[in-house]
């Protein structure tokens, strides 16, 4: 299997509770990331590990990294767009309708797995 390749990471402060391996995007400043929950948010990285609210975390924001897969798993070459939890899902919805990408899965996965994904952050159409 693929492995991850570090690009840029930043270390922020977490505006959350962190699961490791899971997809970011920006709180409430410039210096803060929360768990991404929706196909809908912005999504900027993927955190490298657990952090608790207010404490220090990295997300790696360019780069091969490893994400958990959230339910109903991920076939490699698709966009990967983030579930209620921050977890890895495949994009999904109805015609004409724009969702955000973190990137795309590597390998394929089942719920649970981690896999590594290329961040590419985009907004494809479906």
């Known amino acids: 299997m693929i492995g991850q390749t570090s690009g840029i990471e930043k270390s922020v402060n977490a505006g959350a509770a962190i699961t490791a391996y ?18 809908a948010d912005l999504m900027f990285g993927v955190f490298q590990h657990d ?6 975390v990295r997300v790696m924001l360019t780069g091969i990294s490893r994400l958990k897969i959230g339910a109903g798993g991920i076939v490699r070459g ?14 999904t919805g109805a015609a004409g309708t724009n ?5 795309i899965a590597m390998a ?9 994904v290329l961040i590419a952050p985009s907004r494809p159409q479906q």
């Open 22 to 39: 899971t997809i970011g995007k920006f709180g409430a400043n410039d210096n803060t990331m929360i768990p991404a929950t929706s196909n």
């Open 51 to 56: 952090a608790g609210n207010g404490s220090e």
């Open 78 to 91: 698709s966009p990967v767009t983030a579930d209620a939890s921050g977890q890895g899902v495949a994009i």
């Open 99 to 103: 969702v955000q990408s973190i990137g």
């Open 108 to 116: 394929t996965g089942n719920a649970g797995d981690i896999v590594p």
